[in-house]
């Protein structure tokens, strides 16, 4: 196990060097280039400017989806959502990345917007998915109505952490102690989906409040995705963004992946972070004691 374990982390040290160079992310003006449209009433909307909102509909007969035309093996996502407005309840919109190979060891990331009844708030719930192993659910409430306009929703995922933020701002932040035997996606590669669902078995308020489908169709918008990673290439090597296009700058995120990046930048991180949760979170599986009357999972209590 031990030689395992240094094995891995020499791996994970290697793709880190190999990354040094990751750049911004690509600019999203049309993100049509980079999705690829599933099934369902999905479409593009196009302004007179050239850029592109997505629209996902869901109503009796059937949900839509997109997903990502590249997978990564690392990465930073960002894309501007507007939710449902009025009553929601019973609809799930969510954005995850996911890996496709194997479901019994998949690893995953998910950000999921329960719906509402009207004059109630949306809930955030996140988990977190590694070598199979699930059940990392932490809830919150946004601190602004995400159905009014759009706001930034991102995930980055490196050799160090898993960081999901809203607005720039870090809500949840997942480390990696795989060497302390907590399970943390490091070797599968992830594409990101977009999806909206009926879920009323479960969604709002445990499943008590159904959808109403009188106001349906119930329709989600996305824009200005933004992916930065590295991607599998047919050699079995990794195609990393060296010269993406766009502006804007991701470069302190992967950073901290070989031990680098500004002190001050993290510990304004960790004070937002630490203020998010004090505020806004409603849920976390690391407190839920009925839930592990035995003891919590072992990465609840390291640093």
């Known amino acids: 196990m031990a030689l395992a374990t240094e094995g891995l982390l020499a791996s994970l040290s ?19 280039d980079q999705l690829q449209i599933l099934w369902g009433q999905t479409q593009v909307l196009n302004d007179g400017n050239g850029d592109q909102t997505i629209e996902l509909m869901l109503d009796h007969a059937m949900g839509s989806a997109f997903k990502s035309k590249t997978s990564y093996l690392f990465a930073r996502i960002d894309v501007d959502i507007k939710l449902i407005p009025r009553n929601s309840a019973g609809t799930v919109t969510t954005i995850y990345m996911i890996s496709e190979k ?15 009844a009207t004059g109630q708030p949306y809930t955030l719930h996140t988990n977190i998915f590694a070598n199979g192993e699930g059940g990392r659910e932490v809830q919150y409430r946004l601190w602004f109505d995400p159905t ?51 879920a009323d078995d479960w969604a709002t308020q445990g499943g008590r409040v159904k959808t109403d489908w009188s106001q349906a169709p119930f329709i989600a918008y996305f824009r200005n995705y933004t992916a930065s990673g590295c991607a599998p290439t047919a050699g079995g090597s990794w195609a990393c963004d060296q010269n993406p296009s766009g502006s804007g700058s991701s470069s302190g995120w992967m950073d901290r992946a070989r031990g680098g990046g500004r002190l001050d930048d993290d510990v304004k991180q960790q004070q937002q972070l630490r203020e998010v949760q004090g505020k806004y979170m409603i849920y976390n599986y690391c407190t839920d004691e009925k839930r592990f009357p035995n003891g919590f999972p072992k990465e609840c209590g390291l640093a």
Not at 14 to 32: D, N
Not at 102 to 116: A, M, S, V
Request: hydrophobic share 45%.
């Open 14 to 32: 290697a793709l880190a060097l190999m990354i040094a160079a990751w750049a911004s992310p690509v600019a999203g003006g049309r993100p049509a």
């Open 102 to 116: 194997d479901w019994k060891t998949h690893d995953e990331i998910d950000l999921e917007f329960l719906g509402n």
């Open 148 to 198: 009014q306009d759009f706001h930034t929703y991102s995930i980055v995922w490196n050799t160090d952490e898993i960081l999901i933020l809203v607005d720039g701002v870090p809500i949840r932040q997942f480390k990696n102690h795989w060497d302390a035997g907590v399970p943390f996606p490091v070797y599968q590669p992830m594409r990101l989906f977009g999806c909206l669902w009926n």
